[in-house]
T-cell receptor
Framework: GDSVTQMEGPVTLSEEAFLTINCTYTATGYPSLFWYVQYPGEGLQLLLKATKADDKGSNKGFEATYRKETTSFHLEKGSVQVSDSAVYFCALKGRASGSRLTFGEGTQLTVNP | DAGVIQSPRHEVTEMGQEVTLRCKPISGHNSLFWYRQTMMRGLELLIY????????DSGMPEDRFSAKMPNASFSTLKIQPSEPRDSAVYFC???????????????FGQGTRLTVV
């Protein structure tokens, strides 16, 4: 079945550092890929998405590129801020899975000033 | 729109009691999802509805859990009887699903933090 694997956290960075959170997936065919962010005490919010190979999703300085050859969708940001501290979830929606989203385990990011 | 509204935000109950969690999806959204979030298991999809019909309930852990969607603007997740291992944050989410359309965003509520003692 479909699955998503994220790099283990927690991740702690200093402000303005470069961020990479790795995400790889297993799915049949060509799934859609997503990154969601969860700020403390809140529900998940869609951060960015990509629906086909080589698409790049971007939002709020974050980027992720859909790499079919490596089945990856790594999240990157060139310069993180304290306000980026949150839990980040990689997710996929398979073509045959209806509306079901399969989430990774989540990666806790803490950015220190 | 106020977004997906869940109630209560926090619930503390004794083992064996019935618990009912409520969700009001965004108006016009035709798909609704219940998720459970724990440290041990992360985010798990429990059940999802499309046009008020349960489509996939394979994530419902056991018969103690049940979910209903009597109309397009309301859903409940019930646990009876509750157990300490049910303690978690329960999220409701909704989205518009349009056949063959491009992906639409799922919007999440703020969650209900359930503690069973």
């Amino acid at each position: 079945g479909d699955s998503v694997t994220q790099m283990e956290g927690p991740v702690t960075l200093s402000e303005e550092a470069f961020l990479t959170i790795n995400c790889t997936y297993t799915a049949t065919g060509y799934p859609s890929l997503f990154w969601y962010v969860q700020y403390p005490g809140e529900g998940l919010q869609l951060l960015l998405k990509a629906t086909k190979a080589d698409d790049k999703g971007s939002n709020k300085g974050f980027e992720a590129t859909y790499r079919k050859e490596t089945t990856s969708f790594h999240l990157e940001k060139g310069s993180v801020q304290v306000s980026d501290s949150a839990v980040y979830f990689c997710a996929l929606k398979g073509r045959a899975s209806g509306s079901r989203l399969t989430f990774g385990e989540g990666t806790q990011l803490t950015v220190n000033p | 729109d106020a977004g997906v509204i869940q109630s209560p935000r926090h619930e503390v109950t004794e083992m064996g009691q019935e618990v009912t969690l409520r969700c009001k999806p965004i108006s016009g959204h035709n798909s609704l999802f219940w998720y459970r979030q724990t440290m041990m298991r992360g985010l798990e999809l429990l059940i999802y509805f499309n046009n008020n019909v349960p489509i996939d309930d394979s994530g419902m852990p056991e018969d103690r859990f049940s979910a209903k969607m009597p109309n397009a603007s309301f859903s409940t997740l019930k646990i009876q009887p509750s157990e300490p291992r049910d303690s978690a944050v329960y999220f409701c989410a909704s989205r518009i699903e349009v056949f063959l359309a491009s992906e639409t965003e799922a919007f999440f509520g703020q969650g209900t933090r359930l503690t069973v003692v």
